[in-house]
């Protein structure tokens, strides 16, 4: 057992309004320079659509992530001789138009322009080449189902769905949507670590946030491709990639991430997942049916002793284990069991986790009026407008019973708070609502109120960085008070 | 006089600058050493031009390496007019294909307006150069036949006395004019390789092929620390 700690992340998409606040406070911080004016750190997308950069899904292009042949691990793009074999030339790697060109406008134009007949206006300039550009496209192009045809439609995640399935997503009347907020996920087995070239990327040991050494990339740009959330980007400008860094500035001064912090609909929590480093390599080969259980085993309850004591021998600090108790996201993803990784089938193991949406899902309209209350308990699930198959290519590597299980659950739970506060529901309901899915009415409690009313405290339990200790970092003080003093780390012998 | 200037000034110029200036750009400006990769702007032209002008030069490196170093493999090589016209093929073919790629890369830096913003005064310099060297490399191997068989005779006793610090004209003093440019300008180059995206071969990532997948950086190595414990048994350090 080597139990290291990791900051995970959990997004609710049922809360998600989809108003780029997030986005938003991100680039301001951290993306507003000549070169990153494209990258989104975080960026929230449409599903269905293609998102950002357009059709990132599809690794048929740009061969992100892992893949298992027989039972061995590899880079799905390339291994390390092909690598050097294609140094001079990324073929899977992404262009700009795939992004797309960051523009800004002609607003002096506004103030400068001489007197004329008409008003004057701000025309988009390109913040790559200065001059005035045609906007085709841009980094939300898709957002609430714009322009069907060209995104929604050509969706990636729409394979193993019926025809007629895959038809009802675009009719008029049935279409739906929800939101997708992305941020780097700060992987157990990253695959952007592992195709660097240079060894620039690492994992920080103390809390997992995954870096880029601006000193030690060497612009191979080989990390653009293998991510498989294509959560790196490349710098055109100094010729350095660039990844979100989980505002570790922030976190280490005990403040939660922009976007986290900016969330409006407070879809985010944040907390410490234990987790034992000797199992990655084994549960990211495992089976592709058998990803999201496996992932599920690698992180370690935190109230149990032995773990603990197990986590103090390697050195996590004892705060950190108390945060680990705390963790909001050691609740939704195991003890509940009602948050999932985005594409497990990418063998990364990512630590920022889904609540699945329940969406509107349950109108029907077939009665001519706009009918919302369902025949039978599980009736909403079952006729979503979002079908299973899509949720589970989404979230669960295909396993549409999974997905189910997860949906039910927040359907109990809302049966049950619905029992509660209208009481209009017989009582028999929630109980076959709780028997089927396994919870009750305290976890559903629970449940409801860290999805609807929890505390900035309770979203985000941030494990200190004993930044007061910096020292101890850095040296042991223990031993320099007795050897050479402080500020030193020459040893007192005589040459 | 000025071939003093060209074949030993110069030299020794550029090989005193490209080391300590890359020891001094490595150690004290890290973030400076990258290729400066402009695929993201524009991908297709790269990949001829990148293609050619690369694997020519570093096949030409090195022949131009084996060529100095094994003189005497290489005549004994050349024994036979066969494997002469063969070895000097190879060499012809890789000089084009560094000279296409270098043609391409330069067209592709023109015509694209977003690569127009990634050009710097240094990378019209270092292409200037490439053309040069690119130029002359193959304008020597078509008119003075057969370069595999003199440069065993005329540069390598040359480019020895340089390291053994003491310069030796006599053979190349004679060389026509576009030989001495060629030398000038290899010696140009590498005295540009701290100033320029040249550092990128100096740090070709060797390492890759045996480093570990996964990098994990503590502040503190948890292993390696000493255990405070033992000094004093009751206090334990309450960082990690
Ligand atoms: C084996 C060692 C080398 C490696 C691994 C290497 C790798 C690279 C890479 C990754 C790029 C960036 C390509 C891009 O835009 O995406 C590049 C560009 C370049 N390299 Fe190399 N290179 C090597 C040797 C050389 C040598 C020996 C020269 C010339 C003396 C050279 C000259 C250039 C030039 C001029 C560019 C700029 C191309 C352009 O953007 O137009 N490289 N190299």
């Known amino acids: 057992m080597d139990i290291r700690s990791q900051i995970a992340m959990v997004f609710h998409l049922d809360k998600c309004i989809g108003c780029h606040t997030c986005s938003i406070a991100c680039k301001n911080i951290w993306t507003d320079r000549k070169g990153a004016e494209y990258m989104w750190w975080n960026n929230v997308e449409t599903k269905p659509g293609t998102g950002y950069p357009n059709k990132w899904e599809d690794q048929s292009v740009y061969k992100g992530g892992w893949a298992k042949s027989d039972d061995e691990l590899r880079l799905k793009g390339m291994d390390r001789k092909s690598t050097m074999a294609n140094i001079f030339h990324n073929p899977y790697m992404p262009v700009m138009d795939d992004y797309y060109e960051p523009w800004t406008y002609d607003y002096a134009n506004l103030f400068e322009a001489p007197a004329g007949d008409d008003q004057p206006t701000a025309r988009p300039i390109s913040l790559v080449t200065g001059e005035p550009i045609d906007i085709k496209t841009g980094p939300n192009w898709d957002d609430d189902l714009g322009g069907s045809p060209d995104y929604a439609r050509q969706d990636v995640n729409m394979h193993d769905l019926t025809p007629a399935e895959k038809e009802a997503m675009f009719q008029l009347e049935r279409m739906t949507m929800f939101y997708l907020p992305r941020i780097c996920n700060h992987c157990l087995n990253a695959a952007c670590v592992a195709a660097c070239p240079s060894g620039a990327i690492y994992k920080r040991g103390e809390d997992g946030i995954v870096l880029i050494n601006q000193n030690k990339c060497r612009s191979w740009r080989m990390c653009v491709s293998a991510c498989p959330y294509k959560k790196s980007y490349y710098n055109w400008n100094n010729g350095k990639s660039e990844k979100c860094l989980l505002c570790y500035p922030r976190l280490e001064s005990g403040q939660a991430p922009a976007c986290m912090h900016t969330c409006v609909g407070r879809i985010r929590y944040l907390g410490v997942l234990l987790y034992d480093a000797d199992r990655i390599k084994e549960i990211a080969t495992c089976e592709e049916k058998d990803l999201v259980a496996k992932q599920m085993e690698i992180y370690l309850d935190p109230f149990d002793e032995n773990v603990r004591q197990a986590a103090r021998e390697n050195g996590v600090a004892e705060s950190t284990l108390d945060s680990a108790r705390k963790s909001p996201v050691w609740k939704f993803v195991k003890e509940w069991g009602i948050a999932l990784p985005l594409h497990p089938e990418y063998r990364t193991l990512p630590n920022l986790f889904y609540v699945p949406p329940l969406l509107p899902a349950i109108a029907d309209t077939s009665t001519g009026s706009y009918e919302t209350t369902s025949a039978s308990l599980w009736g909403g699930i079952e006729s979503s407008r979002v079908p299973m198959q899509y949720m589970a290519n989404l979230f669960t590597a295909g396993d549409t019973e999974k997905i189910r299980e997860v949906l039910k659950k927040l359907m109990a739970v809302r049966i049950h708070r619905r029992g509660v506060t209208v009481g209009d529901l017989h009582e028999d309901e929630c109980k076959q609502a709780f028997a089927e899915t396994g919870l009750t009415a305290d976890v559903a409690d629970a449940i409801f109120r860290l999805t609807s009313l929890p505390k900035f405290g309770e979203r985000f339990v941030i494990p200190a960085a004993h930044r007061e200790e910096a020292t101890e970092l850095l040296e042991n003080t223990a031993d320099i008070k007795g050897n050479t003093g402080f500020g030193t780390l020459n040893t007192p012998q005589r040459i | ?240």
């Open chain 2, 1 to 240: 006089m000025s071939d003093i200037f060209l074949l030993i000034a110069l030299p020794y110029t550029a090989l005193i600058v490209m080391l300590v200036g890359s020891v001094y750009v490595y150690g004290t400006q890290a973030y400076k050493v990258t290729s400066l990769s402009t695929q993201f702007l524009e991908s297709r032209d790269l990949f001829f031009g990148g293609l050619f002008m690369h694997w020519g030069i570093v096949a030409l490196f090195f022949g131009h390496l084996i060529a100095f170093l094994f003189p005497a493999s290489v005549i004994a090589w050349n024994g036979n007019p066969v494997r002469l016209i063969i070895l000097e093929a190879a060499a012809l073919i890789f000089g084009i294909s560094f000279f296409v790629g270098v043609v391409i890369l330069i067209f592709r830096r023109l015509r694209n307006k977003r690569l127009h913003r990634a050009t710097t005064d240094m990378d019209i310099a270092v292409f200037v150069v490439l053309l040069t060297q690119a130029v002359t490399g193959i304008w020597i191997a078509l008119t003075y036949r057969w370069g595999s068989a003199w440069f065993a005779s005329v540069l390598t006793p040359y480019i020895r006395s340089l390291f053994l610090m003491n310069p030796d004209l006599a053979a190349v003093s004679a060389m026509p004019l576009i030989i001495k440019i060629h030398i000038s300008t290899a010696f140009l180059l590498i005295g540009m390789i701290p100033f320029s995206r040249f550092m990128h071969f100096l740090v070709f990532p060797v390492k890759y092929f045996w480093r570990p997948f996964q990098v994990v950086i503590w502040n503190r190595d948890r292993k390696l620390m000493r255990n405070s414990t033992a000094v004093t048994p009751e206090v334990k350090s309450r960082n990690n």
